[in-house]
């Protein structure tokens, strides 16, 4: 299946929509950003950046299904690189 691209940013937006929908589990939850990564052995190259709060990690359970649907559809577009001297 060909991957779409979506910016970090809207995938961000896709997984906080969804955080509120499981308020108050969410609610006083922090989400990381949406980082490049190196590409995984199902085809994503993007994560959601560790932050070692263990008050959010319900909320990433509650999450789970929709981070994996996310993931296995969804890459961020690769840095654009200049010429090369």
């Known amino acids: 299946m060909q991957r779409e691209i979506k910016t970090a940013a809207d995938l961000r937006d896709l997984i906080l929509e969804e955080s509120r929908k499981h308020h108050p589990v969410c609610r006083d939850s922090y989400l990381g950003a949406v980082l490049l990564k190196p590409i995984d052995a199902i085809g994503c190259n ?14 990433f359970q509650r999450l789970q299904p929709l981070l994996t649907e996310l993931k296995s559809r969804y890459n961020i577009p690769e840095p654009q690189r200049g010429p090369k001297y």
């Not at 993007?46 to 909320?59: F, H, N, R, T």
């Open 46 to 59: 993007w994560m959601i950046a560790p932050i070692g709060d263990d008050a959010s990690e319900p909320c």
